[in-house]
């Protein structure tokens, strides 16, 4: 098998994770918002009348990158320019963080939810208040389209797909995801549950691009190829259908 250069033999690979196991975790993340929903508007409130830490505000200011289409496309590049050997895992790291945004975005067109920042507090005392229409589609305005995060869903599933490529960054990915969604919720954009449902939404998509899918079947087979042409002919797959050897432990 081919070594990876870029892989610090060092660091054992990530206990292997599965679908069923990250969708597990989608079901808590998806509890915990409706869990959430009795303490959207004093967390809002809170928000609104400019409580939260300053400091707190600039960290998840530079964070929000993270779950932002222009952040996925920085780190791509970055990828391409300063690691060559993963170029050709680029589609499936692009795929499963847009994909995930997007599928947040289509849940906005069937279910109208206002944003913090359109609310009222005066007015509205509970976070099922602030639902609106079912389908409301392309005639719902941005203050309406709170439901889901998408940023928060395309940081949960960019987070999941660099840590199986990246093993070492395993628990920085999902903290840049979390602040990430907390900028959502202290810049008036989302409700804290439509932030644990956009991540929810990432846990549900991104492991189909990485872990045993028909989807991740797909571009197993178009990143054999692309290594082919370039004359690379194995490589360490992501999601290892058992531990894979490492030049540090061999024997694995």
């Known amino acids: ?20 196991q990250l969708w597990a975790c989608a079901a808590l993340l ?48 970055v990828i391409a320019v300063l690691d060559p050997w993963h170029r050709y895992a680029l589609p499936r790291i692009a795929v499963a963080a847009l994909g995930a945004g997007l599928l947040a975005n289509v849940f906005k067109l069937l279910i109208a939810r206002d944003r913090p920042r359109s609310v009222d507090f005066t007015l509205i005392h509970r976070g099922l208040e602030t639902f609106g229409d079912w389908l409301p589609l392309a005639s719902n305005a941005s203050g309406g389209q709170g439901f889901p995060s998408s940023h928060t869903a395309s940081a949960a599933a960019l987070a999941i797909v660099l840590a199986a490529f990246y093993p070492r960054g395993r628990w920085l990915f999902p903290a840049c995801a979390a602040l990430a969604g907390l900028q959502r919720i202290l810049s008036d954009a989302h409700f804290a549950s439509d932030v644990l449902w956009g991540a929810a939404l990432g846990c549900i998509f991104a492991p189909l ?28 797959h992501p ?8 030049r540090a432990n061999p024997a694995a």
């Open 239 to 246: 999601h290892p259908a058992r531990p894979v050897p490492t």
């Open 30 to 77: 998806a509890g915990l918002g409706v869990a959430c929903l009795a303490l959207d508007i004093p967390l809002a409130r809170f928000v609104a009348e400019d409580n939260s830490p300053g400091f707190l505000r600039k960290i998840c200011g530079f964070a929000e990158l993270f779950g932002h289409g222009l952040g996925v496309l920085t780190i791509c590049v």
């Open 1 to 20: 098998m081919t070594n990876d250069p870029y892989r610090d033999a060092s660091i054992p690979l990530p206990r292997l994770r599965s679908i069923s």
């Open 209 to 236: 691009c990485v872990y045993g899918s028909g989807l991740s079947g797909l571009f197993d087979k178009l990143e054999e190829q692309s290594l082919a042409r370039r004359g690379r002919v194995g490589r360490m």
